[in-house]
Every structure is written in structure tokens, then in C-alpha cells.
């Protein structure tokens, strides 16, 4: 996954990684622009649970995550969590998201992105 801070939405290419997965319907419907300019429809919307890789036992879930299935990569939408409280420092090649003044997930430069190391769980905490 990589924290975006360009997109929208969290968005997957694969459902089967997601839990309580729905087809999207005709009036949700919307486009997403890939960074080429390619232009992909969602087709299905669900959820998906994370662990924090900062602090042990920290469990939460990635709500409304957006399947594209012709997308490159995996996003996590920067503007969501800000809009969920959280601050993002970026700086020395290290992305650091924090919450209620703890650092939850912590991602590293890679080229001109931050990608953020993580596990997935089946429990759920919402609040992302």
C-alpha cells in the first residue's frame, strides 16, 4: 500500500483481500484518473483491516476501499485520515501517520512515494 495524498479514495485491485465486499451501484458510480491519465471505474466497495507496524496491538479498519481492477498499485487516501484526525509528517525519507498523538503507521520513500509496511487482519477497529 502507499499513503497518496493526490487520491481521493483507498483504493485495491483486489477484492478478495476486502471484507463485506459489494458490488458498486449505478448511482455511485464515478471515475478514477490513474497518474498516466487512464480513466478506470470502481466496480466493487469494501473494507479492509489493517494492523498498525508502530504500536503492538493497534488494530483498524480502511473503510469504503474501492476496488479498480486495472490499477498498478494500492493507495491509501492521505486526505481520508487527514479528515479522520490524523497528522502525516513527511521528512528523511519517512512517512509517519499519527492519531491522538501516536505514530500508528510509519511508511518509507520509495522513488518519489511513501509505501507503508503493514499487516492484514481479519478484526475490526474502524475509524479510517
Sequence with gaps: WYLDSGSEWHITYDASELEEVRAMKPEESFKVIGYDGSEHQP???GCYNM?????????FTLNNVYVVPNAKVKL???GIFDERGTTIVLGDGKALVRHNGRTILRGDKVGRIYAVRYDDIRRRNPWA
Excluded at 494492523?51 to 488494530?59: F, I, M, P
Aim: hydrophobic share 35%.
Design 43 to 45: 466496480t466493487h466497495v
Design 51 to 59: 494492523k498498525s507496524n508502530t504500536v503492538k496491538g493497534l488494530e
Design 76 to 78: 491509501i487516501s492521505a
